[in-house]
């Protein structure tokens, strides 16, 4: 394998990461099952593809980030307030968005983004590395800013409403408003995965996103089986290396032959052998002890 | 305190499976209040809970807490004043959160949820209320409250609603899910807080002896209606035998636990 294919399939696992840590709070902490993240991914992708090709790569980030949230925040609304039950109100805004990321992308189904500068084109003096070193440095402060924020009052808050709402609500706190805000941030991170994206690909397409939610549960569930341990920081690392890790069996199998259109059956494959291992394994204890 | 005027709480309003569940109900409490509550099931007492602390829509009528009329306020903002405990334990309390992390929400009751890093500072403070409840959980703030028993994690969970002491306290047959010692050892708990810190209280039970030796008003429920409310002199002077003979004799029902009292 040369320098490039594992260059490339750190830098993608980097990116994956990036959205996996997104999904990490829809549906790890929040326990919900948040479907818009195929959506949020490619709204992330087409904005940020805009930005760029009027030379504001990194403003496209920020505003991806924007959108992405105000994506969430809808998927939140129609789950609080519309009591529409949480996979249909996520496959609800993902439908939407399709149109929205149509026309944002200008009514085409792909934008690309060949010689526009990027985020990465300041750094290109670091030489081979600089897209993995740019990438890593995202990824480790959006870690910086999860590891504090889910370690303050209102993230100890975001956190009890995934594992006992009754009891955040006895507690005073609004679940609704904790709902929307953690879609919103999900959703955020979800769509700034997507920008970067875009402009390593240098490219955006209508269905970049698709499939998106699969991978990041992937790697969340791949990245937790190595790593099982409760507190924040270890499941930020687990989503982190789940994500890499993914992305490596999945650049493996391609150089060994596999047709690159059977790469979703082998991604969904991978999230069954992933979920039953653990299964597997609860049982096998259980029957120990009886 | 509080005050029930004509609250009524009407299910599938309008359909073949229309179930009043409460029927202009009036009720009365002075501050310091502690009401037990007996009465058979579907006699609507949970419900009469549910629609103090929000969890129902009221049909009819008024819900008014110290002057203030809380009706249409959501049960988020409620429970700023109201602490509940519910008869299952587990949902008391989050699992997979450290009994520091779930003292610390309990703490936060009533105030604005703030970017403030979580910090250990008042770890001292929870291990002296912890202290109180004499089950050695004051060495294990680090604990994952999942791995506590129903017993534990139920005087926990009354820890937390009255940490922050809350105007009215709530109990829905707390102590139904619990073994008998424990379950005791809860209810007398659950008794010295209230004393300590005069919370008006009302609490569900299906034990009659309870119902008469806590508290200084005992109420009985039927049909969705408050049938009689026993206090002061007269309710000093009853015995248990008497209090069973005025329920079956008033609700015209004898159930299996009340029959075994007998």
Known sequence: ?290 | MLELNNVTVIFNEGTVNEKVALSHVNLHLEKGDFVTIIGSNGAGKSTLFQSISGAVELTEGQVILNGDDITSYPEYQRSRYIGRLFQDPLKGTAPSMTIEENLSLASQRGKHFSLALFSHKHKEQYREALKELDLGLEDRLETKVGTLSGGQRQALTLLMATYVTPQLLLLDEHTAALDPKTAQKVLEMSSHLIEEHNITTLMITHNMEDALKYGNKTMIMKDGQIIAMIEGEERKRMTVDELIHLYSSSTKEYNDRILLKQ
Do not use: W
């Open chain 1, 1 to 290: 394998m040369s320098l490039t294919v594992v260059l490339g399939a750190l830098e993608l696992g980097g990116i994956f990461a990036i959205m996996s840590l997104g999904l990490y709070i829809s549906y790890k902490i929040l326990n919900l099952p948040d479907l818009t993240v195929d959506g949020s991914f490619t709204l992330g992708c087409a904005v940020s593809a805009m930005f760029t090709i009027h030379s504001l790569p990194y403003l496209g980030l920020c505003v991806s980030f924007i959108a992405g949230a105000l994506a969430g925040v809808v998927t939140g609304l129609l789950i609080t307030k519309v009591k529409i039950m949480p996979l249909l109100s996520g496959i609800l805004t993902m439908t939407a968005l399709y149109s929205i990321n149509l026309r944002i992308m200008g009514d085409s189904p792909n934008v690309s983004l060949f010689e526009c500068s990027s985020i990465f084109t300041l750094f290109e003096f670091l030489g081979t590395y600089h897209k993995l070193i740019v990438i890593f440095v995202i990824v480790l402060l959006i870690c910086i800013v999860l590891h504090y924020f889910l370690r303050t009052q209102l993230g100890l808050a975001l956190r009890a409403c995934g594992d006992n709402e009754d009891m955040v609500r006895a507690s005073s706190i609004d679940t609704d408003k904790m709902k929307v805000l953690g879609l919103a941030l999900a959703n955020g991170f979800v769509a700034m995965g997507g920008a970067v994206f875009a402009q390593h690909q240098t490219y955006s397409d209508i269905s970049s996103g698709t499939g998106m939610m699969v991978i990041g549960l992937a790697s969340i569930i791949v990245g937790m089986t190595f790593i099982r341990k409760d507190k924040i920081i270890f499941q930020l690392i687990a989503v982190v290396i789940g994500s890499v890790f993914y992305r490596g069996v999945l650049t493996i199998a391609l150089q060994l032959g596999l047709p690159s259109g059977d790469l979703k059956l082998l991604s969904a494959l991978l999230v069954v052998i992933a979920i039953a291992s653990t299964t597997i394994k609860r049982r096998k204890k259980k029957n120990v002890r009886t």
